[in-house]
């Protein structure tokens, strides 16, 4: 805690409030004291001004364009390390030994498989449902499979949930899309690493042999680590907020892919791929940046700005370095999507609106290009960032669970509804 306090004065009336500093990053008034002391709350709809929790585990610097897990710049885990290795950092805060990661990777592949009874869920749905609606549906499903993990104050019961999540995300995922083009489901095969694991379920079918690409499976692990946390976004929010409650964790993050779907948030992906292909060719980009800006249109440039990044998103820099290695290895010379995303960007970038606002290109923004090149359907694009995002929402459900000051989420509001009045039978309403 700082030696600084704030002081907020209401209706004449003085309040010292603690100021408690962070390692880096902006300090925060603690404000929990502010209701006893004065009858008011505080006032801030999309917590724009408000750190909702203390965490150790993601750091984000939005003006410079910095981002850390653990303190290790996104870039450098990105280039070096795997998703795996990423998932231990954020899950234990150190990267492992070599014993450790060996341990770690043997363990969460031991739990890939999902129940044979999963099989059902699946065939209860229609073949075209969209894939985050299976999602939602069959992780939230996990939690009638595994009742143990329903002791969320035993430690072990704890990571055993996670690695079960961390490895079924993968199995799971792979269904839903298989599902949806009518193919078998693939078992998953342990001796392959995660990612090429992942693919495999995908893209193999009985029929025939499968080689999974080295190129594109180091692609999307990069892909992996690059959405694997973002501090307290929406969907990690969400996920705190359910397990506040002391809910099951897989029902937690149910909750968080069902928030992920938004196209604010991780639908962004499916709606930036969709919208390059409306503009379609570079011509007619001036004609959707105008109707970008265009108060009276609701359209946005979708992969274009953020909350917390007001320059250029570190991970969308990966990202687009990321899209040419998949669009070389593919052989795909010219890609017209490439060429309208390219371009659309260049004249965003200098374009007064978008510089005055801030508003530069977000991961989503590169993403959708590529994994559409490695054969995914715009569908699944969000489920992979779920697949992703799923070791972030359990760091930081866990770190929730292990904070002894942790208490139920309860924001306040500000009431402007009707004041009390008497209630009126349906015989006498005018
Ligand atoms: N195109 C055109 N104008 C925009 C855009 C955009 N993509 N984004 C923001 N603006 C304008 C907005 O109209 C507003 O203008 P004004 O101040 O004149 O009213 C100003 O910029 C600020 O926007 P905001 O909606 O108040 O900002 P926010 O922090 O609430 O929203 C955002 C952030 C990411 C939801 C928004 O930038 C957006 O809708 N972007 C498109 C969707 C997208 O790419 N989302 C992915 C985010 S990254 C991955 C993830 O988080 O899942």
Known sequence: MSSNTSTVTVDNKSVELPVKDGTIGPSVIDISKLYGQTGMFTYDPGFTSTAATESKITYIDGDKGILLYRGYPIDQLAEHGDFLETCYLLLYGELPTAAQKADFDYRVTRHTMVHDQMNRFFTGFRRDAHPMAIMVACVGALSAFYHDSTDISDPHQRMIASMRMIAKMP??????????????????????????????????????????????????????????????????????????????????????????????????????????????????????????????????????????????????????????????????????????????????????????????????????????????????????????????????????????SQRIGRPRQLYTGETERDYVTVAQRG
């Open 171 to 404: 199995t799971l995922a792979a269904m839903a899309y298989k599902y949806s083009i009518g193919q078998p489901f693939v078992y998953p095969q342990n001796e392959l690493d995660y990612t090429s694991n992942f693919l495999r379920m995908c893209f193999a079918v009985p029929a025939e042999e499968y080689k999974v690409n080295p190129v594109l499976s180091r692609a999307l692990d990069r892909i992996f680590i690059l959405h694997a946390d973002h501090e307290q976004n929406a969907s990690t929010s969400t996920v705190r907020l359910a397990g506040s409650s002391g809910a099951n964790p897989f029902a937690c993050i149910a909750a968080g892919i069902a928030c992920l779907w938004g196209p604010a948030h991780g639908g962004a992906n499916e709606a930036a791929l969709k919208m390059l292909e409306e503009i379609g060719t570079p011509d007619r980009i001036p004609e959707y940046i105008a109707k970008a800006k265009d108060k009276n249109d609701p359209f946005r440039l979708m992969g274009f700005g953020h909350r917390v990044y007001k320059n250029y998103d570190p991970r969308a820099r990966i990202m687009q370095k990321t899209t040419h290695e998949v669009l070389n290895e593919l052989g795909i010379k010219d890609d017209p999507l490439l060429d309208v995303a390219v371009e659309l960007e260049q004249i965003a970038l200098k374009d007064e609106y978008f510089i005055e606002k801030k508003l530069y290109p977000n991961i989503d923004f590169y993403s959708g290009i590529t994994l559409k090149a490695m054969g995914f359907p715009t569908s699944m694009f969000t489920v992979l960032f779920a697949l992703a995002r799923t070791v972030g929402w359990i760091a930081q459900w866990s770190e929730m669970i292990e904070d002894p």
